[in-house]
């Protein structure tokens, strides 16, 4: 038993049951903070870890919002969970190559990831949170991060709640389950805030709903697999669905423009990865039928193609970034 698990049972004997969203949390802390998950060798692979097109896409993106809201030259590069800072490498590659020298933001909290990233960017800024970030336009990327923030769960008024059962982990109840996610709310309020003030545009990718009837969608996963999220707490990735409804809501409120919800295969194949798949494999033919096998992977409906959701924030000084109208 891990000392986490030691800990949350000490905590439910003493207080009673604890509610998901301290239970992920606390899960959620240690797990990041103790492994690089990613790879092969880790629990999941995310989209920049399979096709540099991924951060690409990211980056041409960004760079034409910027382009188009004036080339602001006080702008900044940000990203929420850069994991091995994959995905802000291919973007900024793109991003640089349109004019733009501003510095580099990085939310992260895992010291293990930040000792990452900072080996491709040695002059990179790190904070703890989304509302440390300095007073600048932002140029910012978030990939598979509000996945990870806490939810609560309830069933009819009652709180479902984590307690222990016959020495295990279990809920309180089960039934028809309604979701939601204050820490997730919070985080987009926070972030669109910063936006409204200080200009910029933030691209949101990750794996949801549009609020219509989810459900229950608190997950786990581990080696690749699914696991039961209340098993070995700090070891797997707990995560639950974005409920992208909620999350427009909560940004929209405090000023910030939303773009419409799109899938992110869609919104890929407007930005044009079909033509930047093709111009890798004429570079590089001995890769033709690795880099088209990752742009199925990334686009078709039956892989991430659909799963996964793509919206944008912005300032309403600047413009819509391209991808999200046909």
């Not at 786990?220 to 797997?236: S, T, W």
Request: proline content about 6%; overall charge negative; glycine content about 8%.
């Amino acid at each position: 038993m891990t000392s986490l698990a030691e800990r949350l049972r000490a905590r439910i004997a003493a207080e009673g049951p604890i509610g998901i969203d301290d239970y992920m949390a606390e899960a959620n802390n240690h797990y990041y903070s103790t492994r690089d998950p990613l790879g092969v060798a880790g629990d999941f692979t995310t989209a920049p870890e399979i096709s540099q097109m991924f951060g690409e896409m990211v980056g041409a993106a960004l760079a034409d919002c910027w382009l188009r809201a004036g080339a602001p030259d006080d702008a900044i590069f940000a990203e929420l969970g850069p994991g091995r800072g994959t995905l802000a490498a291919d973007a900024l590659r793109v991003i640089r190559g349109a004019g733009f020298v501003g510095e580099v933001h990085l939310v992260e909290t895992s010291p293990l990831l930040r000792a990452a990233q900072a080996r491709l960017f040695p002059g990179a800024t790190w904070h703890d949170r989304i509302d440390m970030l300095p007073a600048r336009p932002l140029l910012l990327v978030a990939n598979e991060f509000f996945d990870a923030l806490s939810v609560c769960q309830w069933i009819g008024p009652e709180e479902r709640r984590v307690t222990i059962v016959d020495d295990d982990f279990s809920f309180t109840a089960d039934g028809p389950i309604r979701e939601d996610s204050p820490a997730r709310d919070a985080a987009a309020a926070d972030l669109a805030r910063h936006l409204a003030r200080d200009g910029g545009v933030a691209l949101i990718v990750d794996y949801g709903h549009d609020g219509a009837g989810a459900g229950d969608t608190l997950q786990a996963v581990r080696a690749h697999d699914y696991a039961n999220p209340l098993a070995d707490p700090g070891e797997q990735d707990i995560t639950a669905h974005v409920d992208f409804a909620a999350f427009a809501r909560a940004a929209g409120s405090v000023g910030a423009s939303v773009s419409p919800l799109v899938s992110q295969g869609s919104w890929l194949e407007r930005l044009g990865i079909a033509a930047r798949a093709m111009a890798l494999a004429a570079t590089t033919p001995h890769r033709t039928a690795e880099i088209a096998a990752a742009r199925r992977r990334l686009c078709d409906a039956a892989e991430m193609g659909e799963l996964f959701k793509v919206i944008a924030l912005r300032s309403p000084a600047w413009p819509e970034p391209a991808g999200f109208r046909a």
